[in-house]
């Protein structure tokens, strides 16, 4: 590198790549390393485990202490760290010459003389600036995959004070089938807008130009007085008219005490790029969610929210204060944006209980001496407090309130039957698919995969005739996508977040009833997944996994017991019908089907990953083999 006083090397091997980064001087350096080589490749510090930006065309910037050293994995198969935000260069982007604003679009707002004009404007924005764009965005589902049109279906121009904004939906044209997506567009002027249109190149989508003004063209979420008038918006129930339809901005009961009296003076952070949403937040008061691929039908995350925060007044989830949602002509609707309250935190779930079983098996490693029996004592009353807190929540979602969309149902007999056949149809597609990737397996898993797959025609006859006899209770709406990453830590308590559903199902699917254990079985397969993330990252060599992996098989047993035990008691002491042994037998269906789905999605995805429910699922089996 050009700064002399650091010595970098790369070590490569098969398509494996070390890099070392040394800092030979006393005082702080930094540096820039040319690895456009590994363009798109994500640097994973080895001796943490920390992922760094992915390496782009540009020199790659690292700071380093006195003294001080990196190895990095640069690694093509790590998720790049949820906070980095991909820059696009606008240079090579074409400029947008607008005449008439945000109307220099639509033909059917101009004088007839430039209808030729706006065609064409409209043109460039659908195939040239909007597609670009929206290809390199995070939130963009099919990545990787070029759009040949991003088509404005319907849109609102949107005049508060002095602001102006357009709220587009966008249909993509891409290789599958078309989907649509909420992009939310902002103007900024150099001569008049300076800190905007500082704030809005952080996310540009093109240049502009209007007689002598230049400017941006950017993602709305990136203006602060978007996201405050947004909030305003929803408490003053505002609706904008579109040609196919409306906006409509709502609030809940929660909306004046949760958003208080001064919108406009909370600070704005700047978004962060959650996979699929945009997420902003308004002091420490706000946190506002912008949807970007949009599904037709309520939301269930704005469903739920809005029945826990107003009818079953469940306290232990994020309270929802308003929401943004476009209703077309036929009466369909679309949910844009949601406000919640801002809640203080220690993180997540997964994070705080890795955390913990890291510094646990660590001091194993390192210490070796007898452990106390009640070591997780501290960590296993947090367990019972969250097996309480996700049977409140099944309380809440069952009681009786008149909401078609919510009240229970009895659960019966074909209810039963078809849980069976759905978890027997996953179990059938996921041994099948074990079977055509078992060469594509790493060398020490394959065994693994053979003891499964000789047993592929008993696993079948006993997910077929699992024991579900004497089931009782009811069907009622769950969280549906439950696991240590959708609860938040806060003040030895938590919160039950996101309640979206499964991304890969439709929102009706999301929406049907079923039993709540189904939460249950998620929730105790994110410990197992859990025990074995800790082992893999402390564990340093095989020897190693040996010692500690007794250890991490026992915080899961008992992990498991304290959040059953309280969440079943719970559930009990609340007047649920279910019986504790029914339940049981129930739960272990649902927790092998879970298994099994989340070996397919391994397969598909993260083969590195398929040891986790590969050993899941044959604990499970022999377990169950011995209980009958």
Known sequence: PGNRKILAYLSEYGDDAILTVFNLSRSAQPVELDMSAFKGRVPVEMLGKTAFPPVGELPYLLTLPSHGFYWFRLSADVQMPAWHQEGTPLQDRAVLVLFDGWTSFFRERVMPWRIGMAERMRLQLETETLPRHVETQRWYASKGTSIARARVRDHAVWDAGQRSWMLPLLDLDGPSETSTYFMP????????????????????????????????????????????????????????????????????????????????????????????????????????????????????????????????????????????????NDGSTMTLALVQSYVPNQGDGWDYTLSYLERYLESIRTIDTEQPADVHGGFLSLMQTLGERTAELHLALSKRTGDKAFDPEPMTEQDVAGWRERAANETGRTLDRLAERLADLPHELQDEAKRLLVRAAEVRDRVAAFPLEGQSGVKTRFHGDYHLGQVLVSRNDFLIIDFEGEPARSFEERRQR?????????????????????????????????????????????????????????????GATQSEESATRLLALFEFEKAMYELRYELDNRLDWVQVPLQGILALIDAHGHAH
């Open 185 to 328: 567009l902002a103007l900024a002027w150099e001569d008049h807008d300076e800190d905007r249109m500082k704030a809005l190149m952080a996310c540009p989508v093109a240049k502009v130009r209007q007689q002598a003004n230049v400017g941006v063209m950017a993602d709305a979420f990136f203006d602060e007085s978007f996201c405050r008038a947004l909030v305003e918006a929803m408490g003053e129930r505002l609706t904008l008219p579109t040609s196919g339809g409306k906006l409509l901005f709502t609030h809940t009961d929660a909306f004046a005490k949760l958003a208080g009296k001064d919108v406009n003076a909370l600070a704005v952070t700047a978004p962060t790029a959650q996979s699929s949403n945009t997420v902003v937040t308004l002091g420490e008061r706000l946190f506002l969610k912008g949807y970007r691929r949009l599904r037709p039908g309520i939301n269930p995350e704005l469903e739920m929210g809005r029945f826990l925060t107003e009818v079953a007044k469940y306290p232990n989830c994020v309270p929802v204060a308003g929401a943004l949602e476009y209703v077309a």
């Open 514 to 574: 079923s039993s709540a254990l189904r939460d249950v079985a998620g929730m105790v397969r994110s410990f197992n997944y859990a025990r074995w993330s800790a082992l893999r990252r402390v564990a340093q060599s095989a020897d190693e996994i040996l010692k500690l992996e007794p250890a991490a098989r026992a915080w899961e047993a008992e992990t498991r017991d304290a959040f059953l035990g309280a969440y079943m008691a719970r559930m009990s002491h609340g």
